[in-house]
């Protein structure tokens, strides 16, 4: 799930300069980190929107959102890694990883399913994952307007 980074209010993350030597921060280190942080408050802003929580709901939801979110984030660094070690794999190999990676992706969602329809309702989980899809629609749309 590999998504590309920017943010909903036309900035997008810039080409980070070459590391320079010695001590100290690199250059343009927080400039990325800032970016990511827009890209979520952006995020929560159309999510918030889209799901029409009321305020008890919402103080319910983020918390399991948010865990819902360290966990995906962390099977796609995991599949980051995969895609690297794969390259000396056979086709047969890859096209198992790549199931066994969907499946468990699968897993996770079933998972938060039934957790998130512990505090909204499944009609907005229904509306979640929808908004989850138009919210990454709308990010790759605005990279390829910014592109031309």
């Avoid at 810039?14 to 927080?30: D, S, T, W, Y």
């Avoid at 990511?36 to 918390?63: H, N």
Wanted: charged share 40%; aromatic share 6%; with cysteine.
């Amino acid at each position: 799930m590999g998504l590309v980074i920017l943010c909903m209010t036309g900035t997008f993350a810039q080409q980070r300069p070459a590391p320079r030597p010695g001590p100290g921060p690199r250059p343009g280190m927080a400039k990325p980190r800032m970016e990511m942080e827009r890209l979520e408050s952006a995020k929560i802003g159309f999510l918030t929107q889209k799901l029409d929580l009321s305020p008890r709901e919402a103080e319910k939801f983020w918390p399991v959102y948010n865990q819902y979110q360290k966990e995906v984030k962390a099977l796609a660094k995991e599949r980051m890694a995969e895609r690297k070690a794969e390259q000396q794999e056979s086709a047969d190999e890859r096209l198992n990883e790549q199931m066994e990676m969907e499946s468990r992706m699968l897993e996770i969602r079933k998972k938060y399913t039934r957790e998130f329809s512990k505090v909204i309702s499944s009609e907005k989980v229904l509306h979640l994952y929808e908004a989850e899809k138009e919210f990454r629609r709308e990010l790759i749309k605005r990279l390829q307007e910014r592109r031309k």
